[in-house]
């Protein structure tokens, strides 16, 4: 589990941050940059400008058609270029439905024959206009003249040429120069206006998470490390968020075991001065007699002086336990482990206490499987278990009674079993079996020796094998089970025990 949240602190995000800014940054101009066309460019100066040119257009297709009929109207009636008046006769209808035309005639020469009444076609210049029709169709350039608005149709006239030329008014744009810069001046302003908001909106859930990383490291900084980060997206700031929590966990970790370590502390002090109080007590008590004399014989005296002895060795017994469980309870327990084969050991502690558990009457039945099982364990932690279980089993026993261990395994454990006969025990009282300073037969503690704190340092040692121990009871009969790991990982050297 460590190993995954160490990978998930330390993974990089998939998306760079100054990417998606480059990106926002890039959209929001192209945005204003369109801004700015839709303003400038779809001015409604240049759409007047264009109906113009669209009517413009119109109009000199009308003329071009006009012209063409007036020209086949003159060939139709074989008219004479010399014969004016039917010439005016021809065009004069149609001066009248066309006012804003002018109409010309002219011979070869560019001698003016007839002409309506526009000042403008009074003056031109047929030869000149001539030139530049001519240079306009030669070169194909329209563009050339791009507001030109003369039209001239060839007249062949009973062996005469002619030429039959209309006019129309020349399309001059209505273009405000002012009021066009005064549309850019909008225009750019929009569109910069258009950026910064765009940028803003498009930016605010970047700083809005920014404000609540911060909000969420003041909180942590204030202590309070249960609150997490919330995670989004997968970029340089959900790996910052993600890397805080990581941080903040081993920090809160940190702190409910110095927290938990604080309090095993004041409980050890708080039971150790509890303890201590009544042989203490009692010691001070019989050295008073002594000092005072206060013995009727020197056999009295002698009692006195035992009795002192015995009880300053049950304090030294204490004293030695607890500085056991004390050092168990630190959170850096040096551990040294060894393959070991669990039966052997086990036949071994049992030799070593049968000729205790005869002396009291006791029969010993023990089931152990001949083949060796290998466990990894460190050795002498796990005789202080097995010992203070066997140990307890010979006090607490009924005379003539009968104890039992056995050992058997499955593809994950060993687990082993020591059962003694004893006085019928209740549910809750088996619960508060392994907790510190907790006597079992509490009626006969003055009787049989013990602190209370063997079966507490045999509950730690088998936990910091990764393993479980607890005590389970049928009428008089109480047993006490062991499972360890049979695949123990450690990178410690490992030994045989041989037994």
């Not at 160490?6 to 998606?20: C, M």
């Not at 926002?24 to 400008?49: A, G, H, K, R, W």
């Not at 929009?190 to 803003?200: E, K, N, Y």
Request: proline fraction near 3%; include cysteine; aromatic fraction near 10%.
């Amino acid at each position: 589990m460590k190993t995954k949240d160490h990978a998930n602190k330390i993974s990089r995000p998939p998306v760079n941050l100054n990417t998606k800014l480059f990106l926002i940054f890039i959209i929001c101009l192209i945005v204003s940059v369109l801004t700015f066309y839709l303003f400038v460019f779809m001015n409604p100066q240049f759409e007047d400008i264009r109906d113009q040119q669209t009517e413009q257009q119109k109009e000199e297709e009308n003329i071009k058609k006009l012209l063409v009929q007036l020209t086949h109207s003159f060939e139709k009636k074989h008219i004479n270029l010399d014969d004016v008046d039917s010439i005016a006769s021809t065009i004069n209808p149609v001066t009248d439905n066309h006012p804003r035309l002018g109409f010309l005639v002219a011979n070869a020469k560019g001698d003016v024959l007839f002409h309506s009444n526009n000042k403008k076609i009074r003056s031109t210049n047929i030869q000149y206009l001539l030139k530049q029709k001519l240079a306009a169709e030669s070169t194909d350039d329209s563009s050339s003249n791009p507001h030109y608005s003369s039209f001239i149709s060839l007249l062949s006239l009973q062996g005469d040429i002619g030429y039959l030329i209309i006019e129309g008014p020349s399309f001059e744009p209505s273009f405000n120069p002012t009021k066009y810069i005064y549309q850019v001046y909008i225009g750019l302003g929009c569109s910069v206006l258009v950026f910064f908001i765009l940028f803003l909106l498009c930016t605010r859930p970047i700083t809005r998470y920014i404000k609540q990383i911060e909000g969420g490291i003041s909180r942590i900084v204030n202590k309070d490390w249960t609150y997490s980060i919330p995670v989004k997206g997968k970029n340089e700031l959900s790996f910052l968020a993600r890397n805080i929590n990581w941080m903040t966990e081993q920090m809160r970790q940190r702190f409910e075991k110095e927290r938990k370590v604080e309090q095993a502390k004041n409980e050890l002090i708080t039971n150790l001065s509890h303890d201590l109080r009544t042989p203490l007590t009692s010691i001070i008590g019989y050295l008073t007699l002594v000092k005072d004399k206060q013995y009727k014989n020197s056999e009295e005296l002698e009692q006195y002086i035992q009795t002192t002895y015995s009880i300053s060795f049950k304090l030294k017994n204490l004293l030695d336990e607890l500085f056991e469980y004390t050092k168990l309870s630190l959170p850096d327990v040096d551990m040294q482990f060894q393959k070991v084969d669990l039966g052997g050991l086990l036949y071994q502690l049992v030799g070593e206490y049968t000729p205790i558990f005869e002396n009291r009457g006791l029969d010993v039945k023990v089931k152990i499987p001949d083949d060796a099982v290998f466990i990894s364990i460190d050795i002498e932690k796990i005789i202080r278990v097995f010992d203070n279980l066997l140990s307890n089993a010979e006090k607490y026993s009924h005379e003539s009674g009968e104890i039992g261990i056995t050992l058997r395994t499955n593809e994950e454990q060993v687990i082993t079993s020591i059962s003694n006969n004893t006085d019928q025990i209740d549910s809750e009282e088996l619960s508060h079996l392994f907790e510190r300073f907790y006597r079992m037969d509490k009626a006969r503690s003055s009787k049989i020796a013990g602190s209370g704190v063997g079966l507490s340092i045999a509950k730690r040692i088998v936990e910091l094998h990764q393993g479980e121990i607890w005590a389970e009871s049928e009428q008089n009969k109480i047993t006490m089970y062991v499972t360890l790991p049979l695949h123990h990982d450690t990178t410690e050297k490992e030994a045989v025990y041989a037994g």
